[in-house]
């Protein structure tokens, strides 16, 4: 019989590897687990929690306006970017450490080195070959930049979080939720911002008319948005950065952020040797258990390319110890999975588009209301919400529920657990409201869109 070094070997400390180390170890399991970054991953250091952070620092621009209309006057403001990033800086060292203390108590060995595969049940790692009877590759995602000329000069949301000051100027590339999110961040501190996106609308996938408020209420505050459009090139002059775009226009910005996707990070990591096989985007094809081609190398998280959210990864990592080390085959539930775009302002979403529900289900009744929120009736601001459930006509299920305003992902994620229960629109109908609030409008619609003002709509 073999003999190992450990039962389970995990490749990389993020959401996904994290869970799943500790919970295997708590089932039980000799677990080492191998990180060459930082612990927490990808969110923990460059992407949920210091992207909220910034996003909380970002209002504080519009409160400030705000208040006047409530009687406030609020003294001479000024805002110092490296106080900001100094702060969130200690945050996410304490929140590494919180990672740490809680591995090393549940009995993993932490190695602080970049692992590879060497076979089906050997990791080389800080020097020696470890034997595991099973790998499990947790290692994310990286961002993706065009190959374009001076892109040497451009950043991505990495670096962002690490800016030693806050750019006047600022160009930022793509249509995803990152994008618009470092659109609302920048916006929000004093830069000028442009969103920059090649197809004809951002956000795609998301449903239509969130998508469409999205644009109207950025646009409102003066983030100016460019659809059809690419940076073909950039070139670092005296004065800043010149990006050459597409249609032949020169903008001169101080700086250019890709957020134009993310890739798995399988590359390098002795996966083909091994025999573990990836989809065409290099991402590792598993089953519904999280298991690669490979019997005993499994992989959770957006190296998997499922879902790409935290709270996937963590689900995926904690569905593989209950599998693999507490007899408990547990699949991943991929269904139903709310997110939000932390853009300003903020949205959120569950269950399916008004697009793809009429794929799925043919006839559909839309509830869409749309309102300038209470309190803009004395701050002055024009911004509106926009709140729409999308309700199969058939079994009158809600299989869909959006919200474009301030308080989205915290409305949705209750109404996420609604829509998780089956529930109907009679449901949301019998249900009183909380008033005076915006969530209430989501169980006071009660007239569905006609046909014809669906199509003028589109
Ligand atoms: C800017 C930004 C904002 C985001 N905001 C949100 C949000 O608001 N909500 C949300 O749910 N999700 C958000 N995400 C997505 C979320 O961060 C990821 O879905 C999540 O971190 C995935 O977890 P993971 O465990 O798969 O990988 P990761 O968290 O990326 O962890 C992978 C780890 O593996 C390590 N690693 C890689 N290769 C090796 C190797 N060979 N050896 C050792 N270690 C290795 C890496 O250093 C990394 O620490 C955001 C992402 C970004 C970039």
Redesign the pocket.
């Known amino acids: 019989m073999a003999t190992y070094d450990y039962d389970l070997f995990v490749?990389?400390?993020?959401?996904?590897?994290v869970r799943a180390a500790r919970l295997s170890a708590c089932y039980g399991a000799r677990v080492a687990l191998?990180?060459?970054?930082?612990l927490?991953?990808?969110?923990v250091?460059?992407?949920?929690i210091p992207?909220?952070l910034l996003v909380y620092a970002s209002h504080y621009s519009a409160h400030f306006e705000d208040a006047a209309g409530f009687g406030w006057t609020v003294g001479e403001r000024h805002f110092d970017w490296p106080t900001l990033i100094a702060h969130k800086n200690a945050e996410i060292a304490r929140l590494n450490g919180v990672y740490r203390k809680l591995l090393e108590e549940a009995g993993v060995e932490i190695i602080s080195?970049?692992?590879?595969l060497r076979d089906a049940h050997s990791v080389e790692v800080a020097g020696r070959t470890a034997k595991a009877e099973r790998i499990l590759i947790?290692?994310?995602?990286w961002?993706m930049v065009p190959e374009i000329p001076g892109k040497e000069h451009a950043i991505t949301?990495n670096e962002a979080f690490f800016l030693p000051r806050l750019p006047a100027r600022v160009a930022i590339v793509g249509g995803g939720y990152?994008a618009c999110?470092f659109a609302g961040i920048f916006h929000g501190m004093g830069s000028r911002v442009v969103q920059l996106y090649r197809g004809p609308l951002f956000l795609r996938g998301f449903d239509g008319d969130v998508r469409k408020t999205l644009a109207e209420e950025m646009r409102k505050k003066a983030i100016e948005l460019r659809f059809n459009v690419e940076i073909a090139g950039i070139e670092k002059t005296r004065a800043g950065l010149v990006a050459s775009l597409t249609t032949d226009e020169r903008l001169e910005v101080d700086l250019v952020l890709f957020a134009t996707g993310?890739a798995p990070?399988t590359r390098g990591?002795g996966l083909e040797g091994a025999g573990v096989a990836l989809n065409a985007k290099g991402a590792i094809v598993v089953d519904a258990y999280s298991r690669s081609s490979v019997e005993n190398i499994y992989a959770?998280?957006?190296?998997t390319d499922r879902i790409?959210?935290?709270?996937?990864?963590i689900a995926e990592?904690q569905a593989f110890a209950e599998t693999v080390y507490n007899d408990n085959p547990t699949k991943p539930d991929h269904a139903g999975v709310p997110?939000?775009v932390?853009s300003d302002p903020e949205l959120a979403t569950v269950g399916l588009s008004e697009e793809a529900a009429r794929r799925a289900f043919g006839a559909v009744d839309v509830y869409r209301t749309s309102f300038r929120p209470l309190k803009h009736a004395l701050s002055g601001r024009s911004e509106r919400t926009m709140m729409k459930l999308v309700v199969e006509r058939a079994g009158g299920k809600v299989v869909g529920a959006h919200m474009v305003g301030e308080g989205a992902a915290e409305i949705i994620q209750g109404l996420a657990v609604a829509l998780k229960a089956g529930a109907t629109k009679r449901d949301f109908d019998r249900t009183i409201g909380i008033h005076p609030t915006a969530a209430e409008e989501f169980v006071t619609m009660r007239t569905p869109l006609s046909e014809p003002e669906k199509q003028a709509a589109e």
């Open positions: 490749i990389g400390g993020g959401s996904g590897g191998a990180e060459e970054r930082y927490g991953g990808t969110c250091n460059v992407g949920c992207k909220k080195a970049r692992a590879i947790a290692t994310g995602g961002p949301s990152i999110e993310r990070s990591l959770v998280g957006d190296v790409n959210l935290t709270p996937v990864a990592g997110s939000a932390f």
